[in-house]
């Protein structure tokens, strides 16, 4: 690829930025030099790169706020960046724009099992936030597939959820406060360690904002007692649409699983050549776990089952030992790496009633038929939180561009059921011109003028969220 | 009390809406006569009062859309109104504006059991909610104890709780979207129907924002299957922070029960003389009840009484029948109706970590001696919302303005320790000068920015939750 090139202004214009960085900031700290750059060209979305002009790694909220005050002043965008896991490009560099790191901010503050808190730098991995409670018995309940990797920043950023967040809930659910530095350096507080905050809540604007409106460097989250036990089922169907009536008869019992999660045939067959999770070959499989003591599991398996039984499942099997599940989830967790391992795929992150979810299996077979392309169905069914993984060769002429067409299609299906583009990948760059899809032209001038507020200089994570058309007409 | 002067030039200017109001609303839903606009002069803070310039009753979202415009136009204030239940003045006139008041939207608007969510016109009331879909074997969660009366659109407004919150969380846990009419009367739709909803999340801010950034005619709120069943356990102990220590303990051991609700030795007296509920005589009772299948209920009443034991309770009783249960909740819902028979009192709503119990009940007994005035607690204990009562003689001069003192730095001891001024009842008139409290000047000036946006005039719901030099300054 390419270097991006870099006029001479913005070089003279780096010399000066880095000048200042020094300032605040120790040596270790700043990095400049182009090779060295290359590490943050990218996110997980590797299909769009552009190496930054520079990239800090602060250590605190104050150098944070030191950082952001200095590009605030030199007019320098600037990208806050998690553990760069993004699907949808959200941590992105522009070519003039500052990567903001949190790698560093890892620090435990602060945890109160009486009040069932912890309060870290988000910097940490989602896993080790788990990691510093589980020896007392506690957990932190969302849980993204890139949980391993993730920071609760970028978690925070996107409202990231996972394979038990039907019954937790999303990020935003386990999300008490945050320590927001604004573009300008302030440093706000907003929310607190418990119920009710005082005064107007601003805490649901900034989670899933995508790094537009600040940067977290810190969080109180909610942490919980770990359950007894859990154990999941495996249900098989024939067709997709009947495992989708049937999570929807689940949900509707009430009976609430902390799981759901639904497979495809492409999906169930690449897993199982590559973790050999024991899953049966059908057209679609359902993984649902339920929680609780022995008695509890029993009681609410039997319900779940009986409804199972009413869609004549082709097979209906209960884990008998810690190591059927530990597979079945093993299986489950390796799905993209399965799938990625035979095909190249796009993976799209539609949100959609639960209700709906018949309709949209059979939509995106129809799609899947127009086209040409497969696609595997992999995903968080109780929430209805879609992750269709559209198969391509990245090495055939227009292919990709075929499959971004029938992905756009796919995504304006979820919007036309009632459901919305992105479930916790975010918009990022991927989707930004689908939000005219999503949105009216009043709706989006009110997410524009939150993002006036908090960042009048729209400076925080350029290009990304709005339609390029939008944010150009907005900065004049 | 004496009529409010209200000067010629108002006066005419009465005329002039009136006029106007009536181009747009039937003559049935306008009230203007001096005797009528009474009805509105004050809600369930009946010391303060108030008559307003006139009272509508709109039927329609675009009812209250013409009506905003109108007021809009010619710089009239408007007071948004539930059912008038408010305990913190959150629904008191000014004598320039006019009462809109959500009465008469009650309308159901959809059902949908398989999204399990229901939409509705807000002037509906909380417990006519759960009465739509009850005969489906579906109710709402949030329970305020005004649930008889009090709307939804007031439930909004105040982030409602209630005794069943502990487990199902307020109402902001329980809402997915809204009808936001602007004072502008522009009508925009926040949040939707599902799980995750698109674009900036401003739900949040305005649940709980007090008719101070919208009316909201309609939302869509999460219903639940009904659990198969419930039972209340009664444990009474020699002092109130050994109570606060249990409930802090069951907290923490991560058993969930739907409800702990506490009672003090006057509470209890009170309450047992008024609803024979079967309470023991003792210095602090404790209501915990949990839900779910018998074998659920045993096992987790065990769990609890356990941790019960080992504070030594002086009675700890199961419920044994239904009629038991019913007669344990009865007393408690007739609490504060029980304890009105016999004191005048001041009902607060500080809200508190939950390990902070112990200590905040010891401060109330400090400054309950220091003032001579007695307190009564009862109160939602699993999620720290306070609820003392503070008796005082309406007849004894000087001992209302003793008692609002003594409140005031019952509220400010809620603060220092972490926690709010509300958890439910909103901060209204009643508390807006002690807002300087809990914000310094930057945080205030946060939230007056978002009334700006919302509401650049500051005509909706004046003279109500900041301070009134903070918007004497903010208005000029």
Same mark, same amino acid.
């Given at each position: ?45 590797? $299909? ?52 903001? *790191? ?95 905050? $005082? ?11 995508? !790094? ?15 359950? /007894? ?11 997709? /649409? ?53 008695? /509890? ?17 082709? /097979? ?59 696609? !595997? ?29 029938? !992905? ?14 992105? *479930?916790?990948? !975010? ?50």
């Amino acid at each position: 690829m390419e270097m991006p090139k870099v006029d001479p202004f913005t070089l003279a214009k780096k010399d000066r930025l880095i000048a200042r960085l020094s300032e605040v900031l120790p040596e270790d700290a700043i990095i400049h030099a182009v090779e060295e750059t290359r590490a943050y060209e990218c996110d997980a979305l590797t $299909a769009y790169k552009c190496p930054p002009l520079a990239a800090v790694l602060p250590r605190s909220t104050l150098e944070v706020s030191a950082v952001l005050k200095i590009c605030h002043e030199m007019d320098i965008p600037v990208v806050p960046r998690g553990s760069g896991t993004s699907l949808a490009g959200g941590a992105l560099p522009t070519a003039d724009s500052v990567i903001l *790191g949190v790698a560093r901010l890892t620090d435990v503050l602060e945890v109160d099992y009486d009040d069932r808190i912890i309060r870290l730098q988000t910097g940490r991995t989602n896993l080790s936030v788990t990691g510093a409670v589980e020896a007392d018995g506690f957990f932190y309940a969302p849980d993204p597939s890139s949980q391993l990797a993730c920071a609760i920043a970028g978690n925070i950023g996107m409202n990231s959820g996972g394979a038990h967040c039907l019954k937790y809930g999303v990020t935003t659910n386990n999300l008490l406060g945050v320590t927001l530095v604004q573009m300008d350096g302030t440093v706000v507080e907003i929310g607190g360690a418990h119920m009710d905050s $005082a005064g107007m809540d601003l805490l649901g604007v900034v989670c899933g904002s995508e !790094g537009q409106l600040g940067v977290v460097t810190e969080a109180t989250l909610r942490i919980l007692p770990k359950p /007894e036990g859990a154990r999941p089922v495996l249900m098989a169907f024939d067709d997709n /649409e009947t495992a989708g009536a049937c999570v929807a008869d689940i949900i509707k019992a009430g009976v609430l699983p902390v799981a759901i999660e639904f497979m495809d045939r492409p999906v169930i067959r690449a897993t199982e050549a590559f973790a050999k999770a024991g899953y049966p070959d059908a057209e679609a499989l359902l993984i649902v776990e339920v929680e609780g003591s022995e008695d /509890e599991i029993d009681e609410q398996l039997e319900v779940i089952e009986k409804i199972a039984r009413s869609h004549n499942p082709v /097979e209906l099997r209960r884990s008998t030992s810690e190591a059927e599940s530990a597979a079945i989830w093993l299986g489950r967790k390796s799905a993209f790496g399965a799938m990625g391992q035979i095909n190249d795929y796009m993976c799209l992150d539609g949100t959609i009633p639960v209700s709906e979810l018949p309709v949209v299996l059979r939509g995106i077979g129809e799609l899947s038929k127009k086209y040409g392309l497969d696609v !595997g169905n992999v995903f968080h069914a109780g929430d209805g939180n879609m992750h269709p993984l559209i198969l391509f060769d990245a090495n055939k002429p227009g292919d990709l561009e075929l499959c971004e067409e029938m !992905g756009a299609e796919i995504l304006k299906l979820c919007v036309e059921v009632g459901g919305c583009l992105t *479930g916790e990948h !975010g918009v990022g760059v991927e989707k930004r011109d689908l939000m005219h899809h999503q949105f009216n032209p009043g709706d989006m001038e009110a997410q524009l003028r939150i993002k006036d507020v908090f960042d009048p200089k729209w400076l925080l994570n350029p290009a990304k969220v709005f339609p390029l058309d939008v944010t150009a007409a907005r900065r004049g």
